[in-house]
C-alpha cells in the first residue's frame, strides 16, 4: 500500500484554469519530487525539494509552481492550463535508499 | 550529467520462460544507486530490485535478479519464470547519493508476456 498519495487520479480541465495537483506522504520523508512522464513514457525531473521552504526547479523547464509549507505536503500549480500541459505527473518522495511514487495525475487540457 | 540508456523499446516473452532487459548508464560518481522500476498500465511505479554501487555480489529479489557490471557501466535486469502479472513498462534509473539525488530515468522497455 502506497504511503504517498495523489489527487486527482484524473483530471480533464478547460484551457486558462488554474488548476492544484496535491501530493502528500506519511513517510516524514525531507526530499520529495515532481516528475513529468511524457506520451512516450520518457520521465523528466521539474520540481523537487529538500524540506520545508526549500524548493528548486528540475531539469525539464515547466510553466508549474510547487510550494513546501509542510514536510508531507507537496503540490503542484498551474496558473493557467494549457494543451501541453497534457500529461502524466508523479510524485514521490525518497529515503537515502531509493523512492517511493504516488499513483499519479493523469491531466488533461482541452 | 548523469544518463541512462535502455536500448530495447519493447520486448515480448512466453509465459514461464526468462527474459532479460538492458540498461547502461554513465556517471562521473562512485558511490550510487540503480534500481529497476515496473510500472503497470495506469498504476503507480512500483520499485523491483535495487543494487548499490560499492557491492559487488548482484542483488536479487525472487524471480528478479539483476547483471552489474560496474566497470562497463551496465545493469540488466534478468526476470525468470515469466508470469503475466510482469507485463508492464521497466525503467532503469541512477540515483546519485550527492546533491539533490535526483533519479534519472532511461526511455524504459515496454514487457509484454504472452499467455
Known amino acids: 500500500e502506497a504511503d504517498i498519495y495523489q489527487t486527482p487520479r484524473y483530471l480533464v480541465i478547460g484551457t486558462g484554469k488554474k488548476i492544484t495537483l496535491e501530493c502528500s506522504q506519511t513517510m516524514g520523508h525531507d526530499k520529495m519530487y515532481w516528475y513529468q512522464q511524457d506520451p512516450g513514457m520518457e520521465l523528466h525531473l521539474i520540481h523537487y525539494?529538500?524540506?520545508?521552504?526549500?524548493?528548486e526547479k528540475g531539469d525539464l523547464s515547466s510553466e508549474s509552481t510547487v510550494s513546501r509549507i509542510r514536510t508531507e505536503h507537496f503540490p503542484l500549480t498551474l496558473e493557467s492550463a494549457r494543451p501541453s500541459h497534457t500529461s502524466q505527473y508523479l510524485c514521490?518522495?525518497?529515503?537515502?535508499?531509493?523512492?517511493?511514487f504516488g499513483s499519479g495525475t493523469r491531466l488533461t487540457v482541452v | 550529467a548523469q544518463t541512462v540508456t535502455q536500448s530495447q523499446p519493447e520486448m515480448s516473452v512466453q509465459e514461464a520462460e526468462t527474459v532479460t532487459l538492458s540498461c547502461t548508464y554513465d556517471t562521473s560518481e562512485n558511490n550510487y544507486y540503480l534500481f529497476w522500476y515496473k510500472q503497470p498500465p495506469s498504476r503507480q511505479m512500483i520499485l523491483v530490485i535495487r543494487q548499490e554501487a560499492y557491492k559487488q555480489q548482484n542483488a536479487t529479489e525472487n524471480r528478479f535478479s539483476v547483471n552489474f557490471q560496474k566497470a562497463a557501466k551496465s545493469f540488466s535486469l534478468k526476470i525468470s519464470d515469466s508470469q503475466l502479472g510482469d507485463t508492464a513498462m521497466y525503467f532503469c534509473?541512477?540515483?546519485?547519493?550527492?546533491?539533490?539525488?535526483?533519479?534519472?530515468f532511461g526511455t524504459g522497455t515496454r514487457l509484454t508476456i504472452i499467455p
Open positions: 534509473a541512477l540515483k546519485s547519493n550527492f546533491g539533490n539525488e535526483k533519479l534519472t
Open positions: 514521490a518522495s525518497s529515503e537515502f535508499y531509493g523512492y517511493t
Open positions: 525539494s529538500y524540506g520545508v521552504n526549500s524548493t
